[in-house]
Structures are given as C-alpha cells and as structure tokens.
C-alpha cells in the first residue's frame, strides 16, 4: 500500500522533465569581409531523444548579409514538408522536414557530421567602407517534434551566430561555396518513378511522385520528359500529359553542381500501333470528302 501512495505522489506532485532540443548554427562567429561567400551549417542536438519533424524560420539582417542559397546536401531530414524558402526582402529563411524512422543523434564512431539540418550560404553585403556586426538567429516559431507516435513538441532552445563583417575587400576573398561546387562531381542518388491515382488528388488524374538525395552539394531541382515532348522543371509530384500512359517517362534529378542522374518508367500500356492512326485519317478524308459531296450538290441545287 505504502508503494502505491508513493507512486501516486510520484505522478502528482514531483516536476516532469520536458524532453530537449537543441537548433545551433556553425560556424557560430567569424570574420568576414564584403564579398565574401561562406557556408553557414543549420545543426540540430537531440539531447539523447529521437526526434521526428523540424520546423525551422530564421532570421537575418539584409542589410548585411545576402542569403545566396540553401543547401540540402547531407541534410538528415529526407522529406521535405515545406522546401526551404529564402525571403531576401524580410531576411527571413524557412523549412519544414522530418526523419523516416526519427532522428537519434550522431551514431557511435561514425566520423562524419551526422547532425546537419541544411546549410544556408551568405554572401557579406556592403561597400569599402562598411563594417559591422551581423547577427543570425532563430525566431521563436521554431520547433521541434519528437518521434514518440504523437509528435509531442520537444522543449527547444537555440544558438544563434554573431559575424563580423569587416570594412573593405579581402586579397584573398572567402569562396567556400564555389569551392564546393568545384569538388562536388558525384550525381544525386538513384530513385524510382512512382505512378499514383487519387480520385480526391488531382481531379483523378494519373501523377507520379519521385524522390532523392544529394550528399554534398545537394539537390537543386528535377526535370520530367514523357515520350516525345519537352523537358519540364518541377519540384514535386507531376500531373502527367499522357493520361493513357503509353509514353516513356524520364525524370532527371539535378544537384546544385549540375551533375544529373536520369531514370525512366516503361510505358504502363502499349503505345498505339501506326496503322491506328493510318486508319483514323483515312476516315477522317473520307468524312472529309463526304461532306465536300454534299455541300457542292446543295450550291448545285440552288443555282
């Protein structure tokens, strides 16, 4: 009985610990000059727990800095609820994305950097005479949710960075970016192409969904090619043209390098064979030439 009021008294009154997260950024200071372009990692610790989604919306002063572009590469979030958008007007930068199977921290003994969210790639603003303190932080929407079957919000604080951006241009100006694009030869990883139909999707229609990574430089965007037609640019799933699914379709995956890797889906059913539409103009000149017959006749009548 005793252990039982123990435990009641346990639940009721002893505080409840809330599980933690931490969202830091890397480097977290620096020295940099105008002109300079440098990477700046979006990093996330776990504190032990595993986490499921991240919702992250940061801030930056424009005056300062320029946010140039937004890597995926080596991201450990591999789906993309809202893609990171970049707002150069309000020096805003946001994402939303989560971990299939939920994210556990950086595994024992593995040497890489497994705790990257995305990198966001600054170029220093001003004139020859500017100089100033430039200050990247996370604003107070962000959160993180742990990977416990309810997507309980998981208390979060953050660590922002403070740069320096120094008056004039560098000898040697910072070109972290554009040495990584330079190193970066591998093309994204191969994917399949998915074809799905969803009455309430769509108007019906037949879409595909594909997906895929890039570990370092990351993916810039996808093109989709059905049988004869164009390339088209798209970032998600694609409303297909061919609705009888009797073309090819290619899907190209391109990273921030350019490099590229393409996949195809075999037509689903078989193309229409030529002596189809052999047959269909011949009957379309021998309506053609009925009505023609008919339409003389009736001038010929009333003449």
Known sequence: MMRKLLFIFVLLFLPHFTQA??????????????????????????????????????????EVLSAVDFSQGGSILNFWAAPPVIDENQGLISFSGGS?????????????????????IFSARGGSAFGGKAKVEFLETSQVLLNDGLGTSAKLSSKGSTLTILPG???????????????DSTPPEIFKIEINQVSSAFNGKYFIIFFTTDRQTGLDYYEVKEGERDWVKTA????????????????????????????????????????????VAVLILIIGGIILFFVRRNRLNHE
């Open 100 to 120: 299939a199977g939920g994210y556990c921290g950086k595994i024992p003994g593995d040497p890489g950097e497994s705790n990257i969210l995305g990198k966001i």
């Open 169 to 183: 241009v560098s000898s040697t100006p910072k070109q972290e970016w554009q040495e990584e694009l330079a190193k």
């Open 21 to 62: 997260a931490i969202l830091y950024l890397a480097p977290d200071k620096g020295e940099y000059h105008q002109g300079d372009t440098f990477i700046m990692a979006i990093r996330i610790d776990a504190e032990g727990e595993c986490i499921n989604a991240v919702q992250a919306d940061l801030k930056f002063p424009q």
């Open 236 to 279: 998600g799933p694609y409303v297909l043209k061919d609705q009888g699914l009797r073309s090819i379709i290619k899907v190209r995956a391109v990273d921030k390098a350019g490099n590229h890797i393409t996949v195809e889906q075999l037509p689903q059913n078989k193309p229409l064979p030529y002596k189809y539409f052999i047959a």
